[in-house]
């Protein structure tokens, strides 16, 4: 990928006495869009398909810092070169607000196998779950209120409507997923982005491949995938096709599994503008993979509306 900028064309005019929000992954860029439409304009500064845990954000991205009024970042310690690079560069009177971290309590913290509680840094990756990405959006609303009570209604009546998409999407899936064969919703991965998801929908997360230090695991790590694949008799496993792995071809020779290697985390399906290229795309399209990978069906999932907002999404996102 590339470092530029993409989004619907925007002129400078267009923008001028807007509030200017800044954020970070490409998903709560997106959810921050459908809050916002058109009263507020929305720059992402964290290129999709990049690893955000280990992004370090170049001076042109303090520049963007720089001049927003608010700065949404999902917290968890996911983007902490950034936050810091925020927390240096910020007008006096701009808000960081974490927004994963305000609608998690510490006592639903995910400690696992990327995310080890002897390091304290949980498991980031809230935004997989819909039912938590409903909240990201009302925390979104509220602070682009705060900031901006003359459109207060607009953002709440924008929320309203990414919630219904939100809300339809894991209906589908609490429907399409009990097509799976009984005792197969279980998870292999190549990055630990699913344990909200698991923990709401009821799926088992069997592992990462990735370990804490994303680095490829030891071969007695590899090991012990094995024999626990052959002994929970996984269909299928899944891989990035960002972050492609020779350990998860490995693994599903070994065991007989199929290797579907094209699972999203944080990276919108399509390109800027279009349809898919959403919070709403990304977990459709995982989701109908996850399903028909291990045998279901995906009906209700693909009658899902792929719109999460009343307007265009104009936000900026960095390819």
Not at 71 to 89: F, H, M, V, Y
Not at 155 to 160: E, F, G, I, Q
Not at 210 to 222: A, K, R
Request: include cysteine.
């Amino acid at each position: 990928m590339t470092g530029a900028l993409h989004g619907c064309s925007r002129s400078a005019e267009a923008d001028a006495g807007k509030l200017r929000v800044v954020t970070t992954v490409a998903p709560l860029t997106s959810i921050t869009s459908a809050v916002a439409g058109d009263r507020a304009s929305v720059e992402g500064v964290v290129p999709e398909g990049t690893n955000s845990h280990t992004f370090d954000p170049s001076p042109k991205i303090a520049e963007s810092l720089s001049r927003a009024d608010v700065i949404l970042i999902n917290g968890l310690s996911l983007e902490d070169p950034t936050k810091r690079l925020a927390e240096q560069n910020k007008r006096a009177k701009a808000e960081i607000v974490e927004v994963g971290t305000r609608i998690l309590p510490r006592q639903d913290w995910i400690f696992d196998f990327s995310f080890p509680e002897k390091d304290g840094k949980p498991n980031p990756h809230v935004w997989t779950d819909p039912t938590y990405a409903v909240k990201y959006a009302e925390v979104i609303r509220d602070t682009l209120a705060a900031r901006d009570p003359a459109n207060a209604e607009y953002y709440r009546a924008n929320t309203a409507a990414f919630s219904a998409a939100a809300n339809r999407l894991a209906d589908a899936l609490r429907i399409d997923q009990e097509t799976i064969p009984a005792g197969g919703r279980a998870l292999l991965t190549y990055h630990d982005a699913y344990a909200y998801f698991g923990r709401t929908f009821g799926w088992k997360i069997i592992g990462a491949v990735q370990p804490e230090n994303f680095e490829d695991p030891s071969p007695s790590e590899v090991a012990e995938l094995i024999e626990q694949i052959k002994a929970e008799k996984v269909r299928t496993i899944f891989g990035s096709e960002v972050f492609p792995s020779k350990v998860l071809e490995e693994v599903g020779r070994a065991t007989g599994a199929r290797y579907e290697d094209t699972l999203r985390d944080d990276d919108l399906p399509g390109e800027p503008g279009q349809d898919n290229h959403s919070w709403l795309g990304l977990m459709r399209y995982d989701f109908i993979t996850m399903v028909k990978g291990l045998g279901g069906t995906t009906t209700n999932l693909e009658a899902v509306p792929l719109t999460q907002s009343t307007t265009a999404d104009k936000a900026v996102y960095p390819q």
